[in-house]
C-alpha cells in the first residue's frame, strides 16, 4: 500500500481517490493501516478508500474516550464534504462506527463490523502487566490471531512500542476502559442502514456470540462467520473477507 498519508486541518488520512461512496475504514487500538493493505489494495480500483487516523495517542488525555473519537469522525466527514459513507470498523472502530452511524444515520450507505467491540470485549484489560517484556507482547498480539504467524514482527514492534510509551498506554488504558462503559445493546436498535458482520468463529477478544448478539439486535444484519480465523479477518483472511464486502457493497449499491 502505496498511499502518502496526507496531512491537513489536524487530520491525518489516507484516501484512495477512487469514484462513488467512500468507504470509509476505522482502525482499533492497535494497528493502523498495515491493518488494512489488503482491503485497500483490492478496493480501491472501484471505490474511494478512506483511513483516517484516530487520534488515540494525540488527544488531550481528558478528552480520550470512544465519544471523542466519535466527534473526530464526525468532524472529519464534515471537513472532506462526503454526503453519504459505507463505514467499515475492526475492533474499537467497530464501537466507534457503530456510535457515528446512531448519531448519524442520514449519511450512512452501509455498515460493516469485524470483530467489533461495543458489547463485550476481552483484550488487555486496564493495565499492560510485564510492559517491557517483548515476548509477553508478541505471545499477546500473537494470541489475537488464529496463526499466529499473522502477527508480524512489524505489527509486534508496533504494539511493543505504543504499550512502552507511558502517554500512550495511558491514552489505550483510558480508551478502553471508556468502550467497556460505551455498551450499545440499548442502541443498536436505532440502525437501520444494511450491514455487514463477519466474524472469525476463533477470535477470543469479541467470540462469536458476540457477532450473533450484534445480529439479534441489529435489525437489517447478516453475519458470516470464517473459519480459521481470530480477531482481524481482513488481516488473517483477506480473500474470504474481500469477497463478501465486494459482495455486500454492490448488492448496497444496486451492481449485484
Given amino acids: 500500500m502505496n498511499y502518502q498519508i496526507k496531512e491537513e486541518e489536524g487530520f491525518k488520512y489516507i484516501e484512495t481517490g ?5 468507504l470509509m475504514l476505522l482502525h482499533g487500538l492497535f494497528g493502523a493501516l498495515s491493518n488494512f493493505e489488503d482491503l485497500v489494495n483490492h478496493f480501491s480500483h472501484k471505490h474511494n478508500v478512506v483511513i483516517p487516523l484516530l487520534p488515540i495517542y494525540e488527544m488531550p ?8 473519537l466519535v466527534e473526530f469522525v464526525d468532524k472529519f466527514v464534515e471537513y472532506k ?3 453519504k459513507v459505507h463505514v467499515l470498523g475492526n475492533s474499537l472502530g467497530g464501537h466507534v462506527g457503530l456510535l457515528y452511524v446512531i448519531a448519524h444515520p442520514e449519511r450512512i450507505a452501509s455498515v460493516t463490523l469485524t470483530g467489533s467491540s461495543g458489547l463485550y470485549e476481552s483484550a488487555f484489560g486496564t ?10 507482547i508478541k505471545a499477546k498480539t500473537a494470541a489475537t490471531f488464529y496463526d499466529p504467524a499473522t502477527a508480524s514482527k512489524e505489527l509486534v514492534d508496533e504494539v511493543f512500542g505504543i ?4 502517554g500512550k498506554a495511558i491514552r489505550v488504558v483510558a480508551t478502553a476502559k471508556s468502550a467497556v462503559r460505551h455498551n450499545l445493546g440499548d442502541k443498536l436498535h436505532k440502525i437501520k442502514a444494511p450491514t455487514l458482520l463477519i466474524w472469525g468463529m476463533q477470535d477470543i477478544v469479541t467470540p462469536p456470540f458476540v457477532g450473533e448478539k ?5 435489525e437489517n444484519s447478516r453475519l458470516f462467520m470464517i473459519e ?3 480477531h482481524a479477518p481482513m488481516m488473517e483472511k483477506p480473500a474470504e473477507f474481500n469477497k463478501l ?4 457493497l454492490d448488492e448496497v449499491e444496486g451492481n449485484g
Avoid: H, M, W
Fill in 81 to 83: 464534504g462526503y454526503d
Fill in 228 to 230: 480459521k480465523c481470530g
Fill in 163 to 166: 504499550v512502552n510509551d507511558r
Fill in 61 to 68: 488525555i481528558f478528552q480520550v474516550s470512544v465519544s471523542g
Fill in 245 to 248: 464486502l465486494e459482495d455486500f
Fill in 18 to 22: 477512487g469514484e462513488g461512496t467512500p
Fill in 127 to 136: 493495565a499492560f502487566p510485564k510492559r517491557g517484556d517483548y515476548e509477553y
Fill in 214 to 218: 450484534f445480529k439479534e439486535l441489529i
